[in-house]
């Protein structure tokens, strides 16, 4: 099948109009993914239900409609509010490169409904600022000292040397 002078002009002109719409259109749509991506994540995805969260000294649980600690550990927290406030928060992902210790300051295990394997979350301090790292991503996210203590309080978690008097 042989084309003619005309058809091969043809092929040539779709051809360079197909890689320019490739071109124009393709980078606009990743970006527009990338800003999606970048403008909020949620601690509890939509769709999913919160089930527990795992401190080191205690476990926040639903029992039917209402939210318990067990064992009590610290009464001035708010069990309901703890769990919305895991609920609702979206937070942004930090941009740039940061270096990490090793170790987190506090940590919690996350166990959404339907999901066998709980999520570790850990709030890592760097100078005077706070990061969340859910264990295996990429991304943190910068948190205020604020909210770093409404997230993972740390009367509900060991003390470190780092927090110790």
């Known amino acids: 099948m042989a084309l003619s002078r005309r058809g091969w ?11 320019l719409l490739l071109f124009y259109f ?3 749509h990743l970006m527009t993914l990338r800003q999606q991506h970048l403008q909020s994540f949620k601690l509890v995805p939509d769709g999913y239900v919160l089930v ?4 080191d000294r205690t476990d926040l ?5 209402v939210w318990r600690f067990q064992p009590v550990v610290d009464d001035r927290i708010n069990p309901a509010e703890l769990a919305e406030l895991w609920q609702q928060t979206e937070l942004k992902p930090w941009p740039q490169q940061i270096e990490l210790s090793p170790q987190p300051v506090r940590q919690v295990g996350v166990l959404l409904a339907g999901d066998a394997n709980v ?6 301090q760097n100078g005077r600022d706070f990061y ?11 948190v205020t000292t604020s909210q770093a203590e409404q997230l993972i309080p740390a009367s509900l978690s060991h003390p470190t040397e780092k927090q110790r008097p």
């Open 119 to 124: 999520s570790q979350w850990g709030l890592y």
């Open 52 to 55: 527990q969260l795992q401190f």
């Open 26 to 28: 393709a980078p606009k």
């Open 132 to 142: 969340l790292k859910k264990q295996g991503f990429v991304d943190i996210f910068q």
């Open 61 to 65: 649980h639903q029992a039917g409609p």
């Open 9 to 19: 002009n043809n092929v040539i002109i779709y051809s360079v109009l197909a890689m």
